[in-house]
């Protein structure tokens, strides 16, 4: 019996090798649009994701005195089923706290609030490289964010897509195989920017050799109509020249997603990190003068090629912006700018179709 399975084996292993499939390995060209990629239609790249989104974990920015931004995180990532680690945000009361131990600032453009919040992140990119199950990565949330219901299909399926993007950048072949997000190709995802410019005409970082700008479209039914878009994330599409649905232009059916290899990005209330970003950031924060906010020395460092990251427009993780002031975002950028439909709902997130903050009362 065992000697015929065996013959069996045999035989097919022989027809298979001598009938494989003549597999054309072709570089694809950026832009990428995903949809065209045969990998595009398989269901292995749809995997469901765990209560930390397949990361290592999900550690959350909170100040103890922000109870009810606390509060709501509970209820939502309950209602969303995932799990975080509290990390308590960082105060700063007097100048002469940062006298040591902090990196060179200039004191004019460095208010405490900035500085205080630059070593919240410290704090955070530490406690992971401390941790001692090693976990590979992690994801960075402050407790202002807001997401889709459905935020964990919107993450799984963005794992096929950003692997075809760096393997475009590297000039490889898309094969069958693919590594999980979790691999060490990158070293920041931004998953929540308030702005991230497009790459202007030619790309300009001199350490990528590439003749066209690296970004890969993707179609998402997560993405909300164009007149819920923050103004900043529109106009990427738009010096792109790619059409988005809007309520306005019935036409135009497309909810699509841009991921590209980071320009600028500002803000960080939602971003992963892997064990290598996590020691660059900690790096790249300590050395020289911070002469602006934290997210804006990250941004200039991005733009150098000093850190390999990717960005997500519009991104899935938005700030809350709420006019009762439950849970408010307090940041400024988008969150000043007008309600985009005076009789719609007060309170709600730019970028976010279907809003995990607005959906609790009708849950619950
Ligand atoms: C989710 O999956 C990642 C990657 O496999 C793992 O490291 C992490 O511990 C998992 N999280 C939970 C809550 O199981
Ligand atoms: C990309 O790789 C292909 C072969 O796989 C090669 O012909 C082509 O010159 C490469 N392009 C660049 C920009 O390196």
């Known amino acids: 019996m065992t000697l015929y399975l065996e013959c069996l084996t045999f035989l097919i292993f022989f027809y298979y090798f001598f009938n494989l499939p003549q597999v054309q390995h072709v570089n694809p060209t950026l832009p990428i649009r995903f949809e065209d990629l045969p990998i595009a239609a398989s269901n292995v790249y749809r995997p469901e994701t765990n209560a930390t989104f397949d990361f290592g974990k999900v550690y959350l920015i909170n100040l103890d005195e922000r109870h009810d931004r606390r509060d709501q995180l509970a209820i939502m990532t309950s209602l969303s089923g995932l799990q975080f680690e509290r990390v308590p945000g960082f105060r700063l009361t007097s100048r002469e706290q940062t006298f040591n131990g902090f990196p060179r600032y200039s004191p004019d453009d460095m208010p405490l609030s900035k500085l205080a919040c630059y070593r919240a992140h410290a704090n955070v990119w530490r406690a992971f490289l401390e941790d001692e199950n090693q976990p590979a990565t992690a994801l960075i949330l402050e407790d202002d964010v807001d997401w889709d219901v459905n935020i964990k299909n919107i993450m799984s399926n963005f794992k096929a897509p950003l692997y075809a993007l760096q393997r475009a950048i590297a000039n490889q072949s898309i094969d069958d195989y693919y590594p999980s997000w979790t691999s060490s190709q990158w070293d920041i995802l931004r998953l929540g920017t308030c702005r991230e410019p497009p790459h202007v005409k030619e790309f300009k970082r001199v350490d990528v050799n590439l003749q066209n700008v690296p970004y890969l479209l993707m179609n998402d039914e997560g993405v909300p109509e164009r007149e819920w878009i923050a103004v900043d994330h529109t106009m990427v599409f738009d010096t792109y020249g790619i059409p988005i649905s809007s309520i306005l232009e019935e ?41 602006g906010a934290n997210d804006l020395t990250i941004a200039e460092a991005t733009q150098d090629g000093k850190l390999d990251s990717f960005s997500f427009t519009p991104p899935p993780f938005s700030q809350w912006k709420s006019q009762n002031n439950i849970g408010n975002s307090d940041n400024g950028g988008t969150n000043t700018d007008p309600l985009p439909d005076e009789d719609g709902p007060s309170s709600f997130s730019w970028n976010i179709r279907d809003s995990i903050r607005v959906e609790i009362s009708s849950i619950l």
């Open 251 to 291: 036409e135009v059916e497309s909810r699509r997603r841009i991921i590209q290899l980071s320009n600028y990005p500002v803000c960080l209330h939602a971003y992963a990190i892997t064990r290598i970003g996590a020691a660059k950031l900690l790096y790249l924060t300590s050395q020289g003068l911070i002469d």
